[in-house]
């Protein structure tokens, strides 16, 4: 059985079939997307057909192959095969069969250049296959899945970042617990150290166990101050009492919500007759000029299709014009991955996270983190971590899970991957999506032996960005 290795989405496969002998565009605004109001549009043809498909959603062929018509540098601008982006740029995902990414550089953070010409991968995002999705499900090493192109990406497209569904289909785990009512909260000391205030919660859970040791999760307290966004549990009493450490001041001493840090759901919203304000429980990343869906809310009146956004208050808020007055907490969910403003497909480094919800001008930091020059917006991708978890369901992890045992028989201790600060940890600092060339065998027996604890392949690359696990070194400078 081919495995699959860690899910990252620095770059994913863009979908589909263009119009036959039309000229290359984006997926997210392009081929895949039919024009309004057209009943007689010819694209529906490159793809499916009524009565002799040969592959499941009335496709022509295989899905696999049917995207790689097109996406294999001769119907589209990325090329999904050979890694090469528009342009004839690096893709940043890399290639499902070669890749360019300049793996022996590991030194700093903008050391990961690109090569000339690509390398046969070691590892890659299988698709069309069976495999395994490594740190799916409640136990074990990993979760059986089949993955395809349409698994991540509606080729109908949607609006999303690179057509992101909101939640890949064929998920290993894709169901986020429910928030929990919060009865009372107690601070119970404080540290000065960066792992901030710790505060002990009595929450009603409708099952014992909900949450883990080092579970992120985020707080709303009866006013909207009173938030902890994206903390960490760091321990569990019983089934109704936690301990839930974050970096920021509290003001609540009883009632609101806990919950996991999904990206897609929304706390809350309150509207004043002109526009409505959003609070989501998770660091978002939007910006102003983004287009959201937001459904599930009761009332009706504050669900939007393609609502524009007209400005964003915090990290945790964001406002779109709305009629609707008055406020509900009952929730909702927006969908997905949001679309970036400026769609980059290329990368001219492999490290630097500057593809996604970036305004500012960009200013390559002596850490190549993509920080915005006037202390804006950046273009690291806050929620992405949380996205590839509802695959690797075990993999998340908060701050400070190096050093507390969650429990979890296989990943005991892990490194965490839920940050949502530029240049902080999340998936993609480490994982390319679609396949990678880098080497676990060259230079010394260590990182070679790494994979077969959790694979049984000795010398398995995990989609890592770096040849021997050198991606330690973009951090961890030893």
Same mark, same amino acid.
């Given at each position: ?33 039919? *024009? ?27 899905? *696999? ?38 793996? *022996? ?69 894709? =169901? ?97 007759? =002109? ?204």
């Amino acid at each position: 059985m081919k495995r699959l290795a860690f899910l990252g989405v620095g770059s994913a496969v863009i979908l589909g079939l263009g119009v036959m002998g039309a000229a290359p565009a984006f997926a997210d605004n392009g081929p895949h997307v039919s *024009t309004a109001g057209n009943t007689t549009v010819d694209r529906c043809a490159a793809c499916h057909r009524a009565h002799t498909a040969q592959d499941s959603y009335l496709l022509k062929s295989a899905q *696999t192959s049917l995207c790689t018509t097109c996406h294999d540098g001769t119907g589209a601008t990325t090329d999904v095969v050979r890694g090469i982006g528009s342009g004839a740029g690096a893709l940043r995902g890399g290639g499902f069969s070669y890749a360019l990414i300049n793996t *022996t550089s590991g030194v700093n953070r903008s050391s990961i250049g690109v090569l000339t010409s690509g390398q046969v991968v070691t590892s890659k995002h299988d698709v069309g296959v069976a495999g395994t999705a490594w740190g799916g499900g409640a136990t074990g090493t990993g979760t059986a899945i089949t993955l395809e192109c349409g698994s991540c990406h509606d080729p109908h497209g949607n609006g999303n970042y690179r057509i992101l569904r909101p939640i890949p289909n064929d998920a290993a785990g894709i =169901t986020f617990p429910s928030p929990v009512g919060v009865t009372s909260v107690t601070q119970t000391s404080f540290q000065v150290t960066s792992h901030g205030t710790n505060y002990y919660y009595a929450v009603v859970l409708s099952a014992a166990g909900t949450f883990k040791v080092t579970d992120p999760v985020t707080f709303y307290g009866s006013g909207a101050a009173d938030a902890i966004i994206g903390g960490t549990v760091s321990a569990v009493a019983d089934s109704q009492h936690l301990t839930v450490s974050a970096r920021v001041n509290f003001a609540s001493a009883s009632g609101g919500l806990m919950g996991y840090a999904n990206p897609q759901a929304i706390a809350g919203a309150s509207g004043d007759g =002109t526009t409505a304000t959003y609070t989501t429980w998770n660091v978002h990343g939007l910006v102003a000029g983004q287009t959201v869906t937001i459904s599930g809310i009761t009332p009706t009146g504050y669900n939007v299709t393609k609502g524009t956004i007209v400005a964003v208050p915090s990290a945790t808020t964001f406002t779109v014009a709305n009629t609707t007055t008055g406020a509900t907490t009952t929730g909702g969910k927006l969908s997905g991955i949001p679309d970036a403003l400026a769609k980059v497909y290329t990368t001219t480094n492999y490290w630097a996270q500057d593809d996604h919800n970036y305004t500012g001008t960009y200013q390559a930091s002596t850490q190549g983190n993509g920080t915005a020059a006037t202390g804006g917006a950046t273009a690291f991708i806050t929620n992405i971590s949380q996205w590839c978890s509802t695959c690797h369901t075990r993999i998340l992890a908060g701050s400070g899970a190096w050093k507390v045992n969650s429990g979890d028989a296989m990943y005991t201790f892990k490194h965490r991957a839920n940050n949502g600060k530029e240049g902080s940890p999340n998936c993609i600092q480490c994982h390319v999506a679609h396949g990678t060339n880098a080497s676990m065998v060259t230079g010394g027996p260590y990182s070679s032996l790494v994979g077969t604890q959790i694979t049984g392949k000795a010398d398995d690359s995990f989609l890592l960005r770096v040849d021997n696990r050198g991606t330690c070194n973009m951090c961890h400078s030893v």
